[in-house]
């Protein structure tokens, strides 16, 4: 049995996937900490739900009655993240703070953390719900 086919596993999948590519993008970022003109790159937030929209057809809502009330946004019109300003940069017009990317690949690694916990834990139950779990 294929555990992506099931929604939770391949959800967990696609965000270990996101995370790992962010955990490379802030590699990169801290790697070129000394290169003269880096700046930092980051996945968005945003990135990873768009990784989640379902690629078919869209189901949209349908008012059956007139005093139904119409929906107040479309999906695709979800705010962005605001960008930051660069807190300092280098005279070489450096602009990686290694503090700020630290910081980051620690709370991608607690995210990771997290993921695998719950896959584990689902396995686990799988298990006990066949029977197998010893």
């Given at each position: 049995?294929?555990?992506?086919?099931?929604?939770?596993?391949?959800?967990m999948n696609r965000r270990m996937?996101?995370?790992?590519?962010?955990?490379?993008?802030?590699?990169?970022?801290?790697?070129?900490?000394?290169?003269?003109?880096?700046?930092?790159?980051?996945?968005?937030?945003?990135?990873?739900?768009?990784?989640?929209?379902?690629?078919?057809?869209?189901?949209?809502?349908?008012?059956?009655?007139?005093?139904?009330?119409?929906?107040?946004?479309?999906?695709?019109?979800?705010?962005?993240?605001?960008?930051?300003?660069?807190?300092?940069?280098?005279?070489?017009?450096?602009?990686?703070?290694?503090?700020?990317?630290?910081?980051?690949?620690?709370?991608?690694?607690?995210?990771?953390?997290?993921?695998?916990?719950?896959?584990?834990?689902?396995?686990?139950?799988?298990?006990?719900?066949?029977?197998?779990?010893?």
């Amino acid at each position: 049995m294929d555990l992506n086919n099931l929604p939770i596993f391949g959800l967990m999948n696609r965000r270990m996937d996101w995370l790992t590519q962010r955990h490379t993008v802030l590699a990169q970022n801290i790697a070129n900490a000394d290169s003269p003109g880096y700046g930092p790159k980051d996945l968005s937030k945003s990135s990873f739900l768009r990784m989640l929209r379902p690629t078919g057809p869209q189901m949209t809502m349908q008012a059956t009655s007139a005093s139904h009330l119409a929906p107040t946004r479309r999906p695709e019109e979800a705010r962005a993240d605001k960008s930051r300003d660069v807190y300092e940069a280098a005279p070489a017009g450096n602009a990686v703070v290694l503090e700020e990317q630290l910081m980051k690949v620690s709370e991608t690694q607690g995210a990771y953390r997290l993921a695998t916990n719950l896959y584990r834990k689902h396995v686990s139950m799988l298990k006990q719900a066949l029977g197998r779990e010893q």
